[in-house]
């Protein structure tokens, strides 16, 4: 299927294209969109997403990619997003929250006001908000989220699809996932077959990472998702991130 | 089957046994041990086979316990052999190498040979020594070893067997290992829904454990033997407590 | 002396105090301050000077303090921060840095330029910065820095001084230092005594606090500085709170 | 002063000796010790006391070393322990403790008895036994006792003594204890001047360093033995050692 660029999608030409691509593998998922979009960024978490960056690396030169620096991440999510930097020589747009509202929040409740009261109000601020207003500048983004990292909210993550949680006015946003029907094994053996660098939490028990405080190592043979906000429930374990999940008919 | 204390078991006995028991659950099997044999001591390693002390303790009281203690274990298994020591209000037989021995191979070699020249003469003389002067004194032993820990080397651990690695002169040695068929998964199960007290390692990361300096946290999706001697073989990674499982024929 | 309130010290009245405060107690200079200003704040940096917020809640209630988060302290000082203002019941100001300076920072030179470039780059928007504009908002403030912290920068720290280095225009921010002839001995036993909770990081081998990348363990008799920026000259360590200290004549 | 190889000194020969090596640099006092006895052994605690291995490796090829595994020391203490052995290219006897006694005691009372009964009879028997049976093969021994480590127990430790608590029969034990007279201080400098190797826990707030569960960091400006069985008073915080301290009249 060729498309012309700067044409914006519709939710038929999605559909198509996720008819397409939903079988292939993650390279050529990110090669078509890395393609297709001249302004289109790669979302690094700090965690094992780092392998879409492998892959785009071996694709094409000078790809953006960005990260949220929430002010609350773990000394070796720093540590690996820098590691990640020179490995690779790549700028990172390290995205940071706006002082008036970290210090709003944080007079009124204190540091851990998500223990109380959920963590939504803080992610909205350290989180979501630094999101928003990157994907404001750009056509199209690419996230590493997977189905089997959240039974509850990520069963059906398509590879393509309008993110219309963060879309725009006039303008669709496109979102992939080239990643979505990888299971946690198959990122982990590309990890080690390609040599690609990983976060040290990795060696702690931690899989899935999110902010420090909010994130912890799993026993064996637990879930992913019970290292992320283990005192709330499964369904709301989205950060805001992937609110395009939460939203029916979402593709 | 109804069998006579203190009968010796001939290997057609065991045959029967093992025909009879290899599909029931580890609580069947663990009661017909202790049930047969008064002089029978369950092998504790400081991990997760604390789920045989809560099964048996779940039996029958007075149960025997006994713990290898190589000098080189963690804290962390120190603890939490004493806190299962409490909660279960059990003495455990905390088994020490010989201090001649041990001094001779640090004198001449140091306390990391096993880096260089293997783990066989250190496990040795820290673990399989000692093991053999306890197994000694009993008549059967119950262990929590599993066929999914080593591909290599316990893909074929029967639920009772001959254990003729420790067995002497006219006496056949009855070993036990009613989790044979279970899987971690089915194990840690146990673990959460009975509340059962874990090693805390278990919580950085580790799922295997064995003295400090011979284990590690493994990644994401990575074979819990993985965190053992990681620079031996698969094949070589057992340290002689099942040396059975490496002599052919052996069931 | 008694001073009538919403007065413009001037350097005469200044030194006149100075001579008058320098031998008396910190809770003596903490009370005359807390009397003389309405709109004066503590500066806690989330290590020892938490015995400045036990002192002056001992003296009067509804402080002001503020602490500076750079999104670069260590987990524990966050819960540490966290613990004082639950446990004194105080609402603290934590001051965050503006977004576009820290990500045009970390565009350009990653998440660790100052171990390459010095720490005064990043210090200037992490910490000085919004320092600067917290205290723009007050008359006066307090701080609990020491001589003995620094004999190359903190030799003549008086108990109060102008802070030219942050006053604007017409107006002139006053600056007390109570702790300024106490040694780190006598902090140390004002906290055991008075039960002062302290960050965790103490029982670490930390003496000094900063941020985490910049700070480490001091080794038995090290000096505290050693522990802060280890890779810059005794006489650069000092982050921008204290310029006044580089100025000379500075009272 | 000139002595004959292979005399057994006398209380009135001690006496004089201390007299004139009381004020002597340890160097002095070591090549004293090490050229007067064949038969004498360095005492190695994994600590600060490395010192001595340092200054004995250059005076004299070849002297003996000894430590004691107790069987609970810090993962980080064997790696000092190995560290030293490869880098003065010495060989160590690590003494082990006697298997029958160790397992007698955890049977018993668990692995930590001494937190409940005090750590004498662990102390008794992880370290002072293998301590005397150690001490009977040599003339004399070098430890690196100092007073400043406890003022309650250690503040008149001489030089040079007659080790009247480890002495038998017709044979008088000599201890030289050559760093008496230095502080914690003094042997830092000297650590950091010759490069000598540490123990890394000495990077993470410890000062002393003994067994694991009986040792921990210590605070800023905290005396090292606070960090040596806490929950005991100081005149009762020796394992044994150095029981002659505790004798009355020792010279």
Request: with cysteine; aromatic share 10%; hydrophobic share 40%.
């Amino acid at each position: 299927m060729t498309l012309i660029k700067d044409i914006t999608f519709t939710q038929a030409d999605i559909a198509k294209l996720e008819a397409e691509y939903a079988n292939k593998r993650p390279q050529e998922i990110l090669a078509f969109a890395l393609k297709q979009f001249d302004n289109i960024t790669i979302s690094f978490s700090g965690a094992e997403d780092v392998v879409l960056i492998d892959m785009a690396a071996k694709i094409k030169r000078n790809i953006q990619i960005f990260s949220i620096d929430t002010g609350r991440l773990h000394p070796e999510t720093y540590q690996f997003i820098d590691k990640v930097r020179k490995q690779y020589r790549v700028k990172i747009d390290v995205i940071f929250p706006d002082a008036a509202e970290v210090e709003g929040l944080v007079k009124e409740k204190g540091l851990f006001s998500f223990y109380k009261d959920g963590h939504k109000e803080c992610c909205g601020i350290r989180k979501v908000k630094p999101l928003r207003r990157k994907l404001a500048t750009v056509d199209a983004w690419i996230t590493g989220q997977r189905k089997d990292q959240n039974p509850a909210t990520r069963a059906t993550v398509p590879v393509i699809q309008i993110d219309s949680a963060f879309s725009s006015g006039d303008r669709n946003l496109i979102k992939f996932n080239p990643l979505a029907n990888w299971t946690s094994a198959q990122v982990w053996q590309y990890i080690h077959a390609n040599e690609v660098p990983y976060n040290e939490l990795h060696n702690q028990g931690f899989i899935s990472i999110g902010c420090q405080p909010c994130t912890r190592a799993v026993l064996p043979n637990q879930h992913e998702r019970l290292g992320r906000w283990w005192w709330e429930n499964a369904a709301d374990k989205e950060c805001g991130f992937h609110e395009i999940n939460l939203i029916s008919n979402n593709n």
